[in-house]
C-alpha cells in the first residue's frame, strides 16, 4: 500500500509541476528535504532518550502494574465477558497502559500478544476489532513528540496542548468503540 | 501556571521519588531505556528521508494546494483550518509521514496560531490507523473485515472535527 502511495505522489508531484511549469523548484526542493529528514530526527532524539529513560524507572518501580490495577473498572466494561484475572485481560491492561505512556514500540508486541490470548475465547467476536480501535486511537497521556517539535518551533508554550489533546482521544476513543458495537452487534448475537 | 504547564515536571519528580522508595537503580534503568529510544530514533531517519521528500514534493508542485481547495467546501463547512488538510490526510496512512507533514506545517506557521493548535492536537490524538491494522491483523493471522476500518476512520474523523472545536473551545 505505501508503495502505492509514494510513487503517486512522485509522479502527481511531477505531473503537476510540469504542467504549472516550475519543476526547477520541485528539483531543488530535493536536495534540501532529505537534508530536513536527518535534521528533524536529531532534533527529536534527545526528547525521545529521556522519555524513554523515565518510562523504564516507571516499569520498573511498579508503577506500569499500579496503573494496569486503575484499569480494571474501564478495560471491564470494554470487554464485559473477559475474566479479570485471564491472561488476555492483563495483557490488555498492560497494552492500554504503554499506550497511554506513549511507549508504541511496547504496546504493539502486548497487543499482538492480547489478540492472539483473545483468539481462544470463541465468546469475544467484537473483542478483536475493539482492541485495534482502541490502539488505532491515540491515548497518549504526554505528547512528547508534538510538544517537542512546537518547542523547536519556537512556541511559548509547547505543552499547552496536552489537556486538548487528551480530551480529543477520549472523544474519538468512545465514537471508535461505540462505531465497534454498532458494526459487530449483529454478529455477535448470532453466535 | 496552568495544569498543562506544570503536568510534565510533576510526572517525572513522581516517578523517581516514587522509583527512589521501591529501590529501583535509577540511574542504569534510565539509560537502558534511553538507549533502546535512541535505537528507535536512528530507525526513523531512513523512511523518514523518502516520506519528506515524497512530501515536500507534493507541496512543492502544488498538489497538496490544488486537494485542499477541492476538499474546502467541507473543510470549511466543518470549521477546519485548510492548513491541516494535508496532515489529516496522511495522519492515518503514515506516522512518519504525519511528522514530516507537522515539521513543514510548522515552518510556515506559528505552533501558537490557531491553525497550529489545531495540527498539534490532531497530530496527538490520533495514530496510523491503516499501520495498526494491518500489524495486528496479519500478527494474528485474522483477515481484516471492512468493519474494523469504518470503525478505526469513524474514531479518526471524530477526532479531525473536535481537534478544531476544542482548540476554539480551549483558547
Given at each position: 500500500m505505501i508503495n502505492y502511495i509514494i510513487t503517486g505522489f512522485f509522479l502527481v508531484s511531477f505531473l503537476l509541476s510540469a504542467i504549472k511549469g516550475n519543476a526547477s523548484d520541485l528539483s531543488q526542493s530535493l536536495l534540501f528535504s532529505s537534508e530536513n529528514a536527518v535534521k528533524l530526527v536529531i532534533g527529536l532524539s534527545g526528547s525521545m532518550a529521556l522519555w524513554g529513560g523515565i518510562m523504564q524507572v516507571a516499569n520498573k518501580s511498579g508503577i506500569t502494574k499500579a496503573i494496569t490495577k486503575a484499569l480494571k473498572k474501564p478495560v471491564g466494561f470494554l470487554?464485559?465477558?473477559?475474566?479479570?484475572?485471564?491472561e488476555a485481560f492483563q495483557t490488555i491492561c498492560m497494552n492500554i497502559t504503554a499506550n497511554l505512556l506513549g511507549l508504541g514500540n511496547a504496546a504493539t508486541p502486548l497487543g499482538i500478544k492480547a489478540i492472539k490470548q483473545l483468539?481462544?475465547?470463541?465468546?469475544?467476536?467484537s473483542y478483536i476489532p475493539m482492541l485495534v480501535v482502541l490502539n488505532t486511537s491515540s491515548i497518549q497521556l504526554i505528547p512528547i513528540t508534538v510538544a517537542t517539535l512546537r518547542l523547536n518551533h519556537?512556541?511559548?508554550?509547547?505543552?499547552?496542548c496536552t489537556l486538548p489533546i487528551l480530551v480529543v482521544s477520549l472523544i474519538s476513543v468512545i465514537a471508535g468503540c461505540l462505531a465497534v458495537s454498532v458494526l459487530y452487534s449483529n454478529r455477535s448475537k448470532n453466535r | 501556571m496552568t495544569l498543562s504547564e506544570i503536568i510534565v515536571p510533576v510526572i517525572i519528580c513522581l516517578v523517581f521519588v516514587f522509583a527512589l522508595i521501591k529501590r529501583v537503580d535509577i540511574f542504569s534503568e534510565f539509560v537502558h531505556g534511553a538507549k533502546e529510544n535512541l535505537l528507535i530514533a536512528i530507525d526513523l531517519i531512513p523512511p523518514l528521508v523518502i516520506l519528506l521528500t515524497a512530501i515536500e514534493m507534493l507541496s512543492v508542485s502544488g498538489t497538496i494546494d490544488a486537494l485542499s481547495d477541492l476538499l474546502s467546501p467541507v473543510t470549511s463547512f466543518l470549521g477546519?483550518?485548510?492548513?491541516?488538510t494535508s496532515l489529516a490526510l496522511i495522519r492515518p496512512v503514515s506516522g512518519s509521514g504525519a511528522l514530516a507533514a507537522l515539521e513543514s506545517l510548522f515552518q510556515d506557521i506559528s505552533p501558537d496560531s490557531y491553525e497550529g493548535r489545531v495540527a498539534s492536537v490532531l497530530m496527538g490524538s490520533s495514530e496510523t490507523t491503516f499501520y495498526t491494522i494491518a500489524v495486528y491483523y496479519s500478527a494474528a493471522r485474522i483477515k481484516a473485515e471492512y468493519k474494523v476500518f469504518v470503525s478505526s476512520l469513524t474514531a479518526d474523523f471524530t477526532c479531525f472535527v473536535f481537534s478544531a472545536l476544542i482548540v476554539r473551545l480551549f483558547y
Open positions: 470487554f464485559p465477558a473477559l475474566p479479570e484475572d485471564s483468539k481462544m475465547y470463541k465468546y469475544t467476536y519556537g512556541s511559548q508554550s509547547p505543552w499547552d | 477546519f483550518p485548510k492548513e491541516c
